[in-house]
Each structure stands twice: as structure tokens, then as C-alpha cells.
């Protein structure tokens, strides 16, 4: 049976892997789990500044799921270099860097600098994140962006890059062609909805922010279908994410066109769930004679 | 920290909507201050795991407690937890109460729910011989929880109407105690408390350490979604890794 994930010029050696924003960089969940079982870790986005992150409370459950307004609080470039790679360089999987910025030169300085380091197997290009002002969801809502950001980044990097598309679109189709046309290897989809609870006794949002990212299994039939929609578009690899909490979940994605998969929301209810979904991926591939990834598609 | 399989030894409300949890524990030793995660239900609602402060730790047996108040969804269901029932923990998580400064008597203050973790540092340092000062406050006697006291502790209840112990709150009996000076505040428990005690400990040039609540999605510092503002260059902290314990002196006070 193999289970190996081929994205532009890399391999992944099986098809679930964390999503970003939810696994840090790697170092904590290590403790809990073993990260050399994964097919991916997908860092916690980056940018070149260090970014305190939103105002809080920053997040809140919602039925079957969760709100999250963090703001891409992360270290920042530099302390990153010196901080987080040695880690995800020395960790037994592969790292992919979630790579955020304000406007289109962040995220091309950003990869030149991330060149210079040998701690990753490819990047996630967060085009995608609803709960920062600028950048982030504005560019990943607009075709023209998309293919233009795309078409800059493709010759910084030899390595795998992968566009990660918002749900909070018209048609999510459209932006995954942007992404093929700009010479993108990959899209992961979806980042989070986005959505909104208010506090009716204080009556205001409970997210200072108003918005926040809506996650978990809430969201789930929502990133199937928009992986099926991505499928119907480009022939790029997809790596399908939202509301992954059992090896079925996961199945669905492969069904509707993923070729590899993101676990996120549900490490907060069990940390060992990405482990059990490549378990149940393969009990499934074994008991339908399935010899790879592939022959999860066509069926429909 | 660890992930294990724990079973519960009681469940018993102490208090109105304050239940102590008693379950066993087979994670690295859990220390004052520290907390747990938990989840004792299936499906995805509710959905996170819960965060607990621990009240107690019983090497000998290897069972640990905590006090939680019903409020919502998930702490209704462990209302129910039956002795044999299974919980999934991960602990122990965060920081712990520091010691105190030397020469200070330890002052504890609790109130409400506040009150499992400060048991717990009492219960320690009474132990070490600091005959600490434990205060602890609650709206009235139907609130004040029945449970096991610490030994060799100065200990003094007071409820907001008089019904049990001092009449006033937390504060007020410290403000009206005049032998204060020389302490090392502790504080677990609602924020109009935890602010007053800080204002005493800066009144008096003394050392304050309070554990605060936020909610929490990971609990082990990777997701960032519990992160309080802070008077330090970074902003914020996660009270899941950097606390939940904070010198009082770096929070910010509203």
C-alpha cells in the first residue's frame, strides 16, 4: 500500500498532517504525540514582524465547534530563525511554513529569507486568514491577487507551494485556478468561515474583533464541498481541511478530490486523533483493495 | 504532561453548583497551581476539553481532586460522573505557585471557584511548616463548599452577607487585619477579588500571585487562544504554558 503524497517537487510519506494554527511549531504536541507518524506538520503562519496577536478573549465554542480571532500572533522572522526552526529542521517529519503578510512584498521577502534555512519541506501560503486587516483574506478573495502573488513566489522556490484558499468566497473553483495559473503545486483548503457570536447581556460581540474564523466539525460538510468544487477546477493536488475529527471525515475529503488531509480543531479535543485518522485511512484502503491515494478518486 | 486514562473515585456537590470531583491519577506528580484538561463525554458537543485547577494530590493513593462549579453544557454532564466512570485527562499542565519570598508569611486568598487551587497551595505549604493564612470567600453559607480544610492553616471564611464566618468579602478582612505586613499574597478566584488583592500587595510592597482563568482551546501553549494582556513588551501571555499563575504586577488591571 502506499501512502506517499507527491506535491510538486516533494513527497509527503502519508496524507495526514496538522493544521496550521493549531499545532504551534511543532515543539508541544511533540511531547503527546509522535510527530514522525505524521505526513506533515504545517507551522503556525509566520511573517516577517512579530505579531502580538488580537485582543482578547480570542476564542469561544460554538455548537460543534469553535470561533478563533488569534490575529497570527507569532515571533516574528528573526526570533523564528533562531527559536522555532532548529526544531521543525531536527523534527521526524516533514515541515511545511505557513508564510502570512500585510502585502504582496511580505510574503515574497518572507520565502527569500525562509530560503536561507533548511528546516522545511515546503510552504503554505496563507491567502486565507479572516481575522487580520490587511492581507491575509484580501488577497485570497481576489483572482487577479492570487495569480499575481502566485506567479511571484513560483520562481523563489523549488520547493512545494501551497496556496491555502478561504471558504468565504463566491466560488472557491475560481481562486483555485488563480492559484493553478500562477504555477502553484498545491491548494489546502479550507482556512476557517467566517462567523460571529454576541454576548446578548453585554450586548456585543464576544470576539473584540466582531468576526472570528469559525472551526471544527461545524464547518466540515462546508470544506467537502469546496474540496469537490476545487477538484471539479484544477488538476493540482488538494489537501482538504475543516471539521476532521475521525478516519471517515478524512475519507470524505479523499473522496471529494483530496489527495492528503489536515487535522486541526479536533487536536483539542483528543491530541492523538491525526495518528487515528492514518490508522482508519489505511484499515479503509486495506479492507477496498485500495493500493494508493488515488484510487480514493473518480467515484462520483 | 501526560495524556491517561483516569477512572472516578466520587462526584459530590460540596457546595450549591459546586461539585467536588475526586479521580485517579496516573500522570507525572501535579504540583499547587497546576492544572488538567479533561474530557468525559463523546461526540462534538460540548467540544474542547475543559480545563480544571487541581485541588488536591494524594500521592499514596494516587488520586487527585478538583472543585467545579455547573455553569454550562459540559460541567452539567459531570454533574452526573459516577464512581468507575472514565475521563480522559491530560496533566499536569501550566506553571505552579511560587514559593514564598523568604521571611514572608503566605497569605491565600480564594473565592468561588477560585477555591480548589488555593486548598491545594495551603494544604502544601502548611505542610512545609509556613503556616499560611488562608481566606476565603463566598456569596453566602449555601455557597461555602464542604470539604476537606487543610491542617495547620490560619483559616478564615467569610461570606458576603454574614451568613457564614466574617461578614464582607476577602478584602475587606484583610484590610481589616493590621498584621499583614511581611506577606506573600496568593489569590485564585473572581476578578474584583484577585484585583483588590493586588492593590493591597502594592500598597504594602509585597510580593502577589494569582492564578486567573481564560478560556482555552489546546492548554499546552501551542494555539495561542487563551493569551491575557500583559505590561511586558510581548502584550500578551498564554495561561496555559507562561501562567496560569502570574506575578499580579504584570496583568493588566480594568
Known sequence: MDLTVTIGSGTLPNPVGVASGTFGFGEEYGRLIDLSRLGAVYAKALTLEHRPGNDTPRMVETPSGMLNSIGLANPGWERFRVEKAPFLRDMACPAVLN?????????LELVEKCEELDCHWGYEINISCPNVKA???????????????????????????IMKLTPNVTDIGEIAKAAEAGGADAVSAINTLKGMVIDTKKRRPVIPAGTAGLSGAAVRPVGVACVYRIAQCV???????????????AIQYLLAGASAVQVGTALFVDPRIPLQVLEGIEAYMDANGFTSLKDFHGHF | MEQFHSEVISCRESARDYYELIFTWKGPVPLPGQFLTLRCWEGDSPLLRRPFA???YDAAERRASLIFQKRGPATSLMTHLKTGDHMDILG???????????GRRPVITGGGI?????????DALSRAGLRPLLVLGFRDKNFVPRVHLPLGCETVICTDDGSAGQEGTVIDYLRSRDDLAGSHFYGCGPNPMLKGLHELAVEQNAPCSVSVEEVMACGIGACQGCAIPVNLPRKFLRVCQDGPVFDSRILVWT
Open chain 1, 99 to 107: 508564510i502570512g503578510g500585510k502585502k504582496e512584498s511580505d510574503y
Open chain 1, 135 to 161: 492581507g491575509g483574506l484580501a488577497f485570497g478573495t481576489d483572482t487577479h491577487q492570487v495569480e499575481s502573488l502566485t506567479k511571484k513566489l513560483r520562481p523563489l522556490t523549488k520547493k512545494p507551494l
Open chain 1, 235 to 249: 488538476s493540482l493536488p488538494i489537501i482538504g481541511l475543516g471539521g476532521i475529527f475521525t478516519a471517515d471525515h
Open chain 2, 54 to 56: 487541581l485541588s488536591s
Open chain 2, 92 to 102: 499536569p499542565l501550566g506553571g505552579t505557585f511560587p514559593p514564598p519570598e523568604t
Open chain 2, 114 to 122: 477560585g477555591t480548589g487551587p488555593v486548598l491545594f497551595l495551603a
